[in-house]
C-alpha cells in the first residue's frame, strides 16, 4: 500500500487538495493527516494570541505618512491600507524585535538552552515536510541507512503497543552530523536524536533512574526531552509528552538493550 507524503498531506490541510478515497481506508494516514491538522491548529492558537501594541502601530502608520509626504511612497496606497494591514505590520514587527534578542540569548548568554533549542528545532524539522527524510518502518533498514550516512550503526527503535516507526533522516548538532527516527506513538510523534555528545553537554539538569539506567532530562519550548547515554552515544528522546512516558519509551524501544 502506498501511504501519502507530507506534501500531499500538506496540500490537504491547506485546502489546496481535496482528502483522497485512501485516507479513509488506511489508519497510519488517518492519523499522519490529524497529526498535520493538530500542528497547523497549534501553530495559528500560537499567533492569534499575537497583537499589535497601540503605540507601535501608529509609528508604524506615521512613518507611512512621512514617506508619502516626501514623495517615496504612492499616497494612495499608503493612506488605503487597512487597519488590520497595519497591526499586522505591527505585530510582525513587534515579534522580531522580541525574537531575536531571544536568539541571540540563547546562543551566547545561555549555552545549555541552545544545545535544548537545537534538539527542538531537529525535532520539528522532522515534523516538517523532509526531502531528505528516509521514509521506512523496518529499523534493520534504517539502521543500514544511518550507518552509512554516519559511519556507526545506531541502536534501533523496537516499536510496539501502538508505535510505529516513521522514518529516519540527518541533522546537525553543534556542527555534527547526527542521526534521528521519528516515531509515532499513541501520545504523538517523537524524534530519537543520536549523537556523540554526552548528557551534560545537553544542558540538563533532572536525573531520573530507571531500568538500571541513568536519564537526563528537561524541558524546552513547550517540549520535553529525556536523554540516556549508551555506549560512545546519547540517545534523546523529544516531544510534547510528559518526561516518564518518554523514559519509558527509550526502555520499551529497546534502545537501552544495545551496549
Not at 500538506?10 to 490529524?34: F, K, N, S, T
Not at 497529526?35 to 495559528?44: D, K, N, P, T, W
Not at 510523534?189 to 539506567?213: F, N, R, T, Y
Request: glycine residues 8%.
Amino acid at each position: 500500500m502506498t501511504h501519502l507524503a507530507d506534501d500531499q498531506f500538506e496540500d490537504i490541510v491547506q485546502g489546496r487538495a481535496a482528502e483522497p478515497a485512501h485516507v479513509a481506508e488506511c489508519r497510519a494516514c488517518r492519523e499522519r493527516l490529524a497529526e498535520h491538522r493538530a500542528i497547523r491548529a497549534r501553530l495559528h492558537a500560537s499567533f492569534a494570541s499575537v497583537h499589535a501594541d497601540a503605540a507601535l502601530a501608529e509609528r508604524l502608520r506615521g512613518a507611512g505618512d512621512l514617506r508619502a509626504a516626501a514623495g517615496h511612497a504612492r499616497p494612495s496606497k499608503v493612506h488605503h491600507l487597512s487597519r488590520f494591514a497595519w497591526a499586522t505590520l505591527a505585530a510582525a514587527a513587534a515579534v522580531i524585535l522580541i525574537a531575536v534578542p531571544a536568539v541571540i540569548y540563547l546562543t551566547t548568554a545561555n549555552p545549555a538552552s541552545a544545545a535544548q533549542a537545537e534538539l527542538v528545532k531537529i525535532h520539528a524539522g522532522n515534523l516538517a515536510p523532509h526531502h531528505e527524510f528516509f521514509t521506512e518502518a523496518d529499523p534493520a533498514k534504517l539502521t543500514d541507512y544511518l550507518k552509512t550516512q554516519l559511519g556507526f550503526e545506531p541502536a534501533a527503535p523496537r516499536v510496539g503497543q501502538g508505535m510505529a516507526i516513521r522514518g529516519c533522516c540527518l541533522a546537525h548538532f553543534k556542527g555534527e552530523h547526527v542521526g534521528s527516527y521519528v516515531v509515532d506513538t499513541p501520545r504523538g510523534p517523537i524524534s530519537i536524536i543520536v549523537m556523540p555528545q554526552a548528557p551534560e553537554a545537553l544542558g540538563m539538569h533532572e536525573k531520573l533512574q530507571a531500568g538500571g539506567k541513568t536519564f537526563w532530562a528537561d524541558s524546552f519550548a513547550r517540549n520535553s526531552m529525556v536523554a540516556v547515554r549508551i555506549g560512545n552515544y546519547t540517545y534523546c528522546a523529544v516531544g510534547e509528552v510528559p518526561h516518564d512516558l518518554l523514559t519509558q519509551i527509550l526502555l520499551d524501544l529497546g534502545l537501552t538493550g544495545k551496549p
